[in-house]
């Protein structure tokens, strides 16, 4: 091993030393020489790196002028990779951590990327300037505010029905076959759809009555219209029943009954959904009456309705304010109902 370096380094001596070199021959203070130790040249040279050359001669600046290397600066300008400081701007993936720190919806704090927080209320005129009365509520998300409860009125409703969605999975098909009730056994609930309990002359009145343990929830359309029962009733085991008032009933334009639409309750023609409480009396001397009348509002979620045959309706209600007919959100609208051959419960 150690004689194999030797060899190579005989070699290298043999490269270092083999050829002319053009300035250890030139002689000193000549072009090509070793500058004078005063750091001076012959005549027409002058003294440059401690080697004379021509005093005109610009061409090794040449090599200065090579700073187009420098000017490779280009490079440096490849601070471009620099700007890849984008990475660094990554950053966007520190922010990331944001999921690490996800809010909570629920957890009694409002939190960043919440609207609000779970169980929180305010004044529904404080999100829509157009509500008169009620209260939104946060929803469950966090992500909004419910205005189920919010009314388009100052007059406070003497009661009201929750918000509600129910699927009627078999349309009557006229009213005559709604007499015949041939889909009853699956229209009975143990539990009404629209309840409340409200004050009137001095009285607690419930809807539906208190008593009544069975409740007939079923629809029919016809040519013109949908129209909507829930009527109750106090049957024995024997299924042996005998009415409870009140009902609820509620009606609407066949023409406005179409998936997604939206339909306001109320009396005038200027809402698209009537409904009704009515007192029906025992004997048939007596004219059922209405009681109350409801506002809120009505989306159609989904209907299927065939002419000559049983349909389905699936629908969301808003909450439902409950008036008396002569102090409505309209005003009295008792002649209204009377015109269309309503009584008015005295």
């Given at each position: 091993?150690?004689?194999?370096?030797?060899?190579?380094?005989?070699?290298?001596?043999?490269?270092?030393?083999?050829?002319?070199?053009?300035?250890?021959?030139?002689?000193q203070g000549t072009e090509g020489g070793q500058c004078y130790p005063n750091r001076t040249c012959n005549d027409g040279l002058?003294?440059?790196?401690?080697?004379?050359?021509?005093?005109?001669?610009?061409?090794?600046?040449?090599?200065?002028?090579?700073?187009?290397?420098?000017?490779?600066?280009?490079?440096?300008?490849?601070?471009?990779?620099?700007?890849?400081?984008?990475?660094?701007?990554?950053?966007?993936?520190?922010?990331?951590?944001?999921?690490?720190?996800?809010?909570?919806?629920?957890?009694?704090?409002?939190?960043?990327?919440?609207?609000?927080?779970?169980?929180?209320?305010?004044?529904?005129?404080?999100?829509?300037?157009?509500?008169?009365?009620?209260?939104?509520?946060?929803?469950?998300?966090?992500?909004?505010?419910?205005?189920?409860n919010c009314m388009a009125s100052e007059l406070e409703p003497l009661a009201s029905f929750p918000a509600v969605t129910f699927e009627l999975d078999y349309l009557y098909n006229g009213m005559n076959?709604?007499?015949?009730?041939?889909?009853?056994?699956?229209?009975?609930?143990?539990?009404?759809?629209?309840?409340?309990?409200?004050?009137?002359?001095?009285?607690?009145?419930?809807?539906?009555?208190?008593?009544?343990?069975?409740?007939?929830?079923?629809?029919?359309?016809?040519?013109?219209?949908?129209?909507?029962?829930?009527?109750?009733?106090?049957?024995?085991?024997?299924?042996?029943?005998?009415?409870?008032?009140?009902?609820?009933?509620?009606?609407?334009?066949?023409?406005?009954?179409?998936?997604?639409?939206?339909?306001?309750?109320?009396?005038?023609?200027?809402?698209?959904?009537?409904?009704?409480?009515?007192?029906?009396?025992?004997?048939?001397?007596?004219?059922?009456?209405?009681?109350?009348?409801?506002?809120?509002?009505?989306?159609?979620?989904?209907?299927?309705?065939?002419?000559?045959?049983?349909?389905?309706?699936?629908?969301?209600?808003?909450?439902?304010?409950?008036?008396?007919?002569?102090?409505?959100?309209?005003?009295?609208?008792?002649?209204?109902?009377?015109?269309?051959?309503?009584?008015?419960?005295?």
């Amino acid at each position: 091993m150690k004689k194999n370096i030797m060899i190579l380094f005989a070699l290298f001596l043999m490269i270092s030393c083999g050829g002319d070199d053009p300035e250890a021959e030139a002689a000193q203070g000549t072009e090509g020489g070793q500058c004078y130790p005063n750091r001076t040249c012959n005549d027409g040279l002058k003294c440059s790196d401690n080697i004379c050359i021509k005093n005109g001669d610009v061409g090794d600046t040449g090599d200065t002028a090579d700073s187009g290397d420098t000017t490779d600066s280009g490079d440096t300008a490849d601070t471009g990779d620099t700007t890849d400081s984008g990475d660094i701007t990554d950053s966007g993936d520190d922010s990331d951590s944001g999921e690490e720190t996800k809010a909570e919806c629920g957890n009694g704090i409002k939190e960043a990327g919440e609207v609000c927080e779970k169980g929180e209320t305010k004044p529904c005129s404080e999100i829509d300037n157009s509500y008169k009365s009620g209260d939104v509520e946060c929803n469950d998300s966090c992500s909004g505010w419910l205005t189920v409860n919010c009314m388009a009125s100052e007059l406070e409703p003497l009661a009201s029905f929750p918000a509600v969605t129910f699927e009627l999975d078999y349309l009557y098909n006229g009213m005559n076959a709604y007499l015949e009730a041939e889909n009853q056994v699956h229209e009975l609930w143990n539990a009404a759809l629209f309840n409340a309990s409200i004050t009137m002359n001095g009285e607690t009145y419930s809807i539906p009555n208190p008593q009544a343990n069975t409740h007939w929830i079923a629809a029919y359309y016809d040519s013109s219209a949908l129209s909507f029962y829930q009527s109750s009733w106090l049957c024995n085991d024997q299924m042996q029943c005998q009415y409870a008032t009140p009902s609820v009933i509620f009606g609407a334009a066949l023409s406005a009954i179409k998936a997604g639409n939206e339909l306001s309750i109320g009396i005038s023609d200027e809402n698209q959904v009537n409904m009704l409480i009515e007192d029906v009396l025992a004997t048939d001397s007596e004219q059922d009456c209405v009681m109350l009348v409801g506002y809120g509002t009505l989306t159609v979620d989904s209907v299927n309705i065939s002419a000559g045959e049983a349909g389905n309706f699936k629908f969301t209600t808003s909450k439902i304010g409950l008036y008396l007919p002569a102090a409505t959100p309209e005003g009295d609208m008792t002649g209204e109902l009377e015109t269309a051959g309503f009584t008015i419960c005295k």
